[in-house]
C-alpha cells in the first residue's frame, strides 16, 4: 500500500514519536486549487494599458480635488484669514473703546436705543 493511500498519511515518524502533519492528499488538493486559480488569472484579458489610462484619468481627478481644495482651505489662505481676522479684532476693540468712551446722546440710552417720552435718563447724561 502506498503512502497516498494510506489512512495514517497525516501522521509522520521522527525521534521523537508519530508527528501530525498535512499529508499528500493535502498537498494534491493545495496545488489542484492552486492551479485552477492560475488558469483563471491566465485567461483573463491582459488590458494594461487601458487600465493605465482609466488609472491616469483617476489621478487627474484626484489631483483636481486636491488643487482646488489647497486653494480653498491650503496654508497660504488659512495665513492670509488670519492677517484678515487680526486686523478685523484690532478695529472691533479700537470701536469697542470709543463706544465705552462715548457719552449717549441725550434721550438714548448707551446702547444707543431712544428712551420713551415718560422716561427719565438723567443717570446716562
Known sequence: MSKANSNFDHLIKDKHGDKEVKGTYYTIHELAERVIELEKMSHE??????????MEERIDKLEAVIDNFMNNWGPEVQEARSRRDEVWDEMVRVVSIQKKHQQPKPGYDIH???WRSDETNEENH
Open 112 to 114: 444707543g436705543n431712544k
Open 45 to 54: 484579458p491582459q488590458n494594461y494599458r487601458e487600465k493605465c489610462e482609466e
